[in-house]
């Protein structure tokens, strides 16, 4: 697997987040990265696929051991 430079600033921006205590959804990082809606969905299809993000029933991002 490849960690291009788009899936490694999502990464970032959730593992910040969480280190600031706020509840990681994909609109907090639609704004965060200044990203379309649509453009978060599609990387947390393939950050999900790739083993490296969790995404919870409500919807809250966690980034799994590897995602780390």
Request: avoid cysteine; charged fraction near 30%.
């Given at each position: 697997?490849?960690?291009?430079?788009?899936?490694?600033?999502?990464?970032?921006?959730?593992?910040?987040?969480?280190s600031e205590?706020?509840?990681?959804?994909?609109?907090t990082l639609?704004?965060?990265?200044?990203?379309?809606?649509?453009?978060?969905?599609?990387?947390?299809?393939?950050?999900?696929?790739?083993?490296?993000?969790?995404?919870?029933?409500?919807?809250?991002?966690?980034?799994?051991?590897?995602?780390?």
């Amino acid at each position: 697997m490849r960690i291009t430079i788009s899936k490694e600033n999502y990464l970032k921006a959730i593992a910040e987040a969480e280190s600031e205590g706020e509840t990681v959804i994909a609109a907090t990082l639609a704004r965060w990265l200044n990203v379309s809606p649509p453009a978060v969905t599609m990387a947390i299809k393939r950050l999900k696929r790739d083993g490296l993000l969790e995404v919870a029933d409500d919807g809250h991002l966690t980034l799994t051991p590897e995602g780390r």
